[in-house]
């Protein structure tokens, strides 16, 4: 399968020819073929009609000028600014020029940011649904990381101001959240991490007054991402509130007052960071800034806890779309490592261990894809009312963030391998790769934090694992082509995980919690892969994703002795590092044997 194009073996002329190149100048979108053949099986046919053209326009400008740009973009911290020319406190934030020109991209050129908020992007009638706003994004971050943090988060801020904001306060946000106008557009942030703590958000102690009929806050933020935002988000507790989480408020914070002036807030200074370095991170003082609430806060009735966790969990699906982007370009740097190097008289991608470590890139990447788009599809049923669909999307959200965030971790390592020493140089993009991968599992939540909201929350609150079990019994019946013995693994495998689950979340075992939701997370990924492994097949197209899902079944989810040679996984190996499709009888004799 054509995962990248293939090119010629070195030449013996130069030294240089025997280096590796990169993806760049590649269009990410046209050698996609998994992502081609899956929105076949997730897509209307006339979203997916309309929409190609666009995915390969940003998959040219991915492979080439995003990428440029980013690269450029990441050498070059954001520089804080504390006063203006004349003296005034008007702290500012200097971007490299790069960076300016990547944020035309994603919010002018492509709207990512407001594309499923407004109808009309693209021409299309609607509103975007979210599974299509998802591969922007999912092909923006196969180049650019760091920016997708604004993008997301002016689109979920947006949404939140909607959704509990009065009519003043989102006539005066959202026709700028929602702008593609360099000159109208208002960029979001979300500031919550104090020093008291990040995920627990109980000790928050930023203190919201009101004042003169207006409310202002007091205090300070520790952590706060896209620190130069237009407006932010952000917890804070009304005077007289009680402590814990009942007593934080919602509000927004703009940056400038209606009459132009700065809001009375200080940015003390930018994070020094280990990845994400295009985009600036810093920490905030509050003294006196007016913030505009959204719905009631006051002493007593304050829900802005249960209010933003909307939009992290629209950021945790986000954060699992990432992660499944950057390791694609993980798997596509390590597949044109090994078509193009030579090492012994061979080229890598003939080397059986090399082969064996491409599939450890290739089963978590594929893995995250379809997960990305499943659970994209839930969350579009569930916000048109589907009761089912919003209980499964409530489990997959975490499941996805969970597990994707660190399998990105292990794969952008491993990609830096596959490309050796030159790996470790920043002149090309793995150690970028390496290093943005590790933010992943500290926003929104780190793996601790999403594997108890999984079993405390998900699973024992709510029972959601039931209805996810539910979901994947009918994705097996939705494809008869899934030999007879692996679909009875399969369905066999769903119960114990739901079962186990479920006793997990009800004895409150959080030591466990983690390897409930690897299981949870491991069986829907096979089952998925499964179906549509065989229904791309039974079509006439590429069956190989049969072959990926009893790949996890054998290795993430059966028990081994480590000690046991075992049987052998070339033939699974060769086909699916093959440049050929993969057809259905081919596909249901490895899944079956």
Not at 113 to 137: D, E, N
Not at 389 to 401: D, G, M, N, S
Not at 403 to 411: E, H, K, L, Y
Request: aromatic content about 6%.
């Amino acid at each position: 399968m054509n995962f990248v194009r293939t090119m010629d073996a070195p030449k013996t002329g130069s030294p240089s020819d025997w280096v590796a190149p990169d993806c760049h100048g590649l269009n990410f979108f046209d050698i996609d073929n998994s992502l081609q053949d899956l929105l076949k099986l997730y897509m209307p046919d006339d979203l997916r009609t309309h929409m190609t053209p666009h995915y390969r326009r940003l998959g040219a400008i991915a492979g080439d000028e995003l990428d440029t740009l980013a690269r450029l973009a990441d050498l070059r911290d954001p520089v804080l600014h504390h006063r203006d020319a004349m003296g005034r406190d008007e702290d500012w934030v200097e971007f490299h020029p790069a960076y300016r020109e990547m944020e035309k991209i994603g919010f002018l050129d492509f709207g990512i940011h407001c594309m499923s908020r407004t109808p009309g992007a693209f021409g299309w009638p609607g509103k975007v649904p979210p599974l299509a706003k998802y591969i922007f994004q999912y092909l923006f971050v196969q180049s650019e990381f760091g920016l997708m943090c604004p993008i997301s988060v002016t689109d979920t801020s947006a949404m939140l101001i909607e959704r509990y904001g009065d009519t003043a306060v989102k006539n005066r946000f959202l026709p700028g959240l929602w702008s593609q106008d360099k000159d109208k557009i208002l960029k979001s942030a979300q500031f919550m991490t104090e020093k008291t703590g990040g995920s627990d958000v109980s000790n928050i102690e930023l203190e919201a007054r009101h004042e003169d009929g207006e409310w202002r806050l007091y205090g300070e933020k520790w952590f706060c991402s896209c620190v130069d935002g237009d407006v932010a988000l952000l917890l804070a507790r009304p005077e007289g509130a009680p402590g814990g989480n009942s007593g934080l408020g919602l509000f927004a914070l703009p940056r400038r007052l209606d009459d132009g002036s700065r809001n009375q807030y200080r940015i003390v200074r930018l994070k020094n960071k280990m990845g994400t370095n295009s985009m600036a991170s810093g920490e905030i003082i509050f003294d006196g800034a007016v913030a505009y609430p959204l719905g009631e806060v006051g002493p007593h009735a304050n829900k802005g806890l249960k209010q933003m966790m909307d939009q992290v969990n629209l950021s945790r699906l986000s954060h699992g779309v990432r992660a499944a982007a950057m390791m694609r370009r993980c798997l596509n740097e390590s597949l044109v490592v090994a078509h193009n190097r030579l090492a012994f008289g061979e080229r890598l991608i003939d080397k059986p261990l090399l082969r064996r470590q491409l599939m450890k890139l290739m089963v978590p990447t594929e893995q995250a894809l379809s997960m990305a788009l499943f659970t994209a599809t839930q969350l579009e049923a569930a916000e048109n009312g589907d009761a089912n669909a919003e209980r499964v999307a409530r489990i997959l959200t975490p499941l996805l963030k969970f597990r994707t965030c660190r399998d990105n971790i292990a794969v952008a390592t491993g990609a830096m391998e596959v490309r050796g020493g030159n790996g470790f140089i920043e002149d090309w993009v793995n150690a970028r790769l390496v290093r943005d991968a590790h933010i992943g599992v500290l926003w929104e939540g780190t793996s601790n934090i999403n594997a108890l909201d999984i079993v405390n929350r998900a699973v024992a609150k709510i029972g959601a694992h039931e209805d996810l079990g539910d979901a994947l019994q009918d994705a097996l019946d939705d494809a008869p082509e899934i030999p007879g013995q692996f679909r009875g693994n399969l369905s066999n495998t769903i119960t114990r995980a739901v079962a186990f689950a479920g006793e997990v979340g009800a004895t409150r075992n959080e030591p466990l919690a983690r390897r409930a939701s690897d299981a949870l997370y491991h069986v829907a990924s096979a089952v998925l892969m499964a179906r549509e492994g065989a229904q791309l097949g039974r079509d006439g197209g590429d069956a190989r994703r049969l072959i990926l899902a009893r790949m996890v079944v054998d290795h993430r989810l059966a028990p081994h002795d480590p000690l046991a040679i075992g049987d052998s996984d070339d033939d699974a190996l060769a086909a699916m590092l093959s440049d050929a499709p993969v057809d259905l009888a081919t596909a249901q004799a490895i899944a079956s044997r």
